[in-house]
C-alpha cells in the first residue's frame, strides 16, 4: 500500500496534484494581449481622427472660404470689365466722370474681399502670389485715379485712350491671376479630399485587422481553454479513481485487521 500523508492522500496522488500547471496565467495573458490591441488601435484611431479634423479645418475649409473670396473678387472685376466696355461705347450719353461713383462702389468691395481673403489665405500660397496680386491692383487703381483726371479736366479722348490700352490690359491680367488662384484652391481641395480618403481607408483597413487579431486571439483563449478543462476533467477523474482504490485498501486492510483481531482472541 502507498505511504499515507497528512489529509489521507498517498504520496503520488499529492506529486500528480501539483506538478499539473494552472491555466490561469495562459489565460490572463490573453486577456492582456486582447486589451493592448484594442487600447493601441483606440490611440491609433484617436490620432488618426485627430488628424482628419485638422486637415478639414485648415485646408479644406480655409481654402472653400478662400475661393469664395475669390470669387467675389473675379465677380468685381467682371463687373469692372464691363463697366469700361461701356464707357468705351460711344453710344453712351453720359460723360466718363458719371461713373466714379460705380468704380468706388467695386472698390471698396474689393478691399473688403481681399482683406478677408488674406485671412483665409492656404498655406501654400506663396508670399511672391500675394504681392503680385496686391500690386497689381495698386497700379490699376493707380491708372484708374488718372483716367478719370483725365475725364474730369476734358480730356476725353486722352481718358479713353488709357482705357482701352491700359486699364483692361490691367483688368485681363488681375482676373487671370485670380483664376490661377481658383485653380491652385481646387487642387488642394482635391489632394486634401485624397488625404482624407487615404485616412479613411487606413481606419477601416486597421479596424478589420484588429477584428482579426480579437476573433483569433478569442478562438484561441477558447481552445486552450477547452483543452485545460478537458485536463482539469481527466485528472479529476485519475483522483477519484485514486481515492476509490484507497478507500478499497483501507476497507481491506480494516478488514483484515479485524479478522486477525478476531482469530487472536
Known amino acids: 500500500m ?108 474689393l478691399d473688403a474681399a481681399l482683406k478677408l481673403e488674406g485671412q483665409f489665405s492656404p498655406a501654400a500660397r506663396t508670399a511672391d502670389q500675394r504681392q503680385f496680386l496686391s500690386q ?17 479736366s476734358g480730356k476725353e479722348k486722352e481718358a479713353r485712350d488709357q482705357i482701352q490700352f491700359t486699364l483692361q490690359a490691367r483688368q485681363a491680367a488681375l482676373s487671370t491671376a485670380v483664376s490661377r488662384l481658383l485653380v491652385q484652391n481646387n487642387e488642394g481641395e482635391e489632394q486634401a479630399a485624397d488625404q482624407i480618403a487615404r485616412i479613411y481607408d487606413g481606419v477601416q483597413r486597421q479596424l478589420y485587422l484588429l477584428l482579426g487579431a480579437t476573433l483569433v486571439a478569442i478562438v484561441l483563449t477558447s481552445l486552450y481553454l477547452i483543452f485545460s478543462n478537458r485536463k482539469i476533467f481527466a485528472r479529476l477523474e485519475l483522483l477519484s479513481a485514486q481515492r476509490s482504490e484507497l478507500a478499497q485498501k483501507l476497507i481491506h486492510t480494516q478488514e483484515s485487521t479485524l479478522r486477525h483481531i478476531s482469530r487472536e482472541l
Open 2 to 109: 502507498p505511504r499515507a500523508v497528512a489529509g489521507g492522500y498517498p504520496l503520488r496522488v499529492r506529486k500528480a496534484s501539483s506538478a499539473q500547471s494552472s491555466p490561469t496565467t495562459a489565460l490572463l495573458l490573453g486577456l492582456v494581449l486582447t486589451l493592448t490591441a484594442v487600447l493601441v488601435y483606440s490611440f491609433y484611431t484617436r490620432s488618426q481622427l485627430a488628424g482628419l479634423r485638422v486637415l478639414q479645418s485648415d485646408m479644406v475649409d480655409r481654402n472653400r472660404r478662400d475661393s469664395l473670396q475669390l470669387l467675389r473678387v473675379q465677380n468685381d472685376l467682371n463687373s469692372l470689365g464691363l463697366a469700361m466696355r461701356d464707357m468705351l461705347d460711344s453710344r453712351e450719353p453720359y460723360p466718363l466722370t458719371a461713373w466714379s461713383a460705380q468704380f468706388q462702389r467695386i472698390r471698396e468691395d
Open 136 to 152: 497689381s491692383l495698386a497700379q490699376f487703381w493707380d491708372a484708374v485715379d488718372r483716367m478719370f483726371e483725365l475725364a474730369g
